[in-house]
């Protein structure tokens, strides 16, 4: 069977006082490394008080994870050990050049140089809760693992951020060229900028609000659980799987694909194309300029809807009541409901000015593709 067609025109067109004591201990040998494999060079311990601040500022990588409460009951050490290849006997001048320290009057351990070794990585263990802030130069990348604190703040240059099961009630992350990634499930009021092609990748975030930004790079999110999401993007193309709340995206360039949509959704483009899977609709408006937009629903789902194109594409296995068409300078409006929708709370808007409109029918078990890439 067909589906129904709709032609109005042309085909379409297609983002922790206490005073601190410092032991240091240095470790390396003379000669030649036997092998180009990183080991701890100097270590520190500092004695804390606990809920304090981290704050880093290296031209190298920088881990951060916290430690074992059973083994640390106090929450009052934190533990810093410089790690690199051993090249030479005078490689110990250079860590001379990193300052390690606790501010007791700000409850701050400060880790500070600008000469230390682009290739080494230092290490950074603290009590679960401590708050992070982080900037690396360069290609130093930045890597957090199982912490929770107030603020977690992390600016690179070229290099990677690696979020790991983050707990924080505002997380602040820009990049200038590198890839950012969050795995397990990170929550707290999300803020991530990634300029040029840096791409973002997101397991699972959770949080009241979320705001992402990218230029020309891919974001791509499996689950998202907010309140309120603004997602954004010059010429990138965002990808998500399963959405919860309410939604607004934007790419200029790129295009725009939801796997599942649980709440309200407002989502733009000027010449990519959206494809979006409504399974609990509020509001839902869609709009490109050149790009064709493909709604998919439920077969079950009760909505009002507006859809207007060059061409609007309806499945046949959708059951259209109080139909309504017109057509005007090449463009068709096609004003519809299915399933005896109330017309005030739920609806669906797609506009594009130059390209197809398609209304189809989706599963559950279809979109679980979304979820899995």
């Known amino acids: 069977m067909s589906s129904l067609l709709y032609r109005g025109g042309c085909s379409c067109l297609s983002w922790a006082g206490r005073r601190a004591r410092v032991v240091a201990a240095c470790r390396w040998k003379g000669g030649r490394a036997a092998e180009p494999l990183n080991k701890p060079l100097k270590q520190w311990t500092l004695i804390v008080s606990p809920q304090s601040r981290l704050c880093v500022e290296l031209p190298c990588s920088v881990r951060v994870s916290s430690q074992d409460p059973f083994a640390y009951p106090h929450a009052d050490r934190v533990f810093v050990t410089v790690s690199g290849v051993d090249r030479n006997v005078h490689r110990g001048l250079d860590l001379d050049n990193i300052e390690v320290k606790y501010e007791e009057s700000s409850r701050q351990v400060v880790i500070h140089s600008r000469d230390i070794d682009s290739h080494t990585c230092v290490e950074v263990t603290t009590p679960v809760r401590f708050d992070v802030n982080i900037k690396t130069s360069g290609t130093g990348s930045v890597n957090i693992k199982k912490i929770e604190c107030d603020n977690c703040h992390i600016e690179t240059e070229k290099g990677d951020s690696v979020l790991q099961s983050v707990k924080s009630h505002a997380v602040n992350i820009r990049t200038d060229g590198g890839k950012v990634s969050c795995l397990g499930t990170v929550y707290g009021n999300v803020n991530i900028y990634a300029a040029a092609q840096s791409s973002v990748k997101i397991e699972k975030l959770q949080g009241t609000s979320i705001n992402i930004c990218t230029e020309d790079g891919t974001l791509k999110a499996k689950y998202l659980y907010t309140e309120s999401s603004s997602i954004s993007s010059a010429s990138g193309d965002i990808r998500l799987g399963s959405v919860h709340g309410d939604v607004n995206l934007h790419s200029q360039h790129g295009s725009v694909t939801v796997g599942s949509l649980d709440g309200s959704l407002s989502a733009s483009t ?47 296995d959708i059951q259209l009541n109080e139909i309504q068409t017109t057509s005007k300078e090449g463009q068709v409006t096609l004003t519809a409901s299915i399933n005896a929708a109330n017309g005030r709370e739920r609806w669906i808007k797609a506009e594009s000015k130059r390209g197809t409109v398609s209304l189809k029918t989706q599963n559950w078990l279809q979109s679980l593709k979304f979820h899995t890439t």
């Open 270 to 316: 000027c010449d990519g194309a959206m494809d979006i899977y409504v399974s609990q609709v509020g509001q839902v408006h869609l709009k490109s300029e050149e790009g064709c937009i493909t709604v998919r629903v439920p077969e079950k789902l009760p909505t009002s809807l507006q859809l207007a194109g060059t061409t609007v594409d309806v499945s046949p």
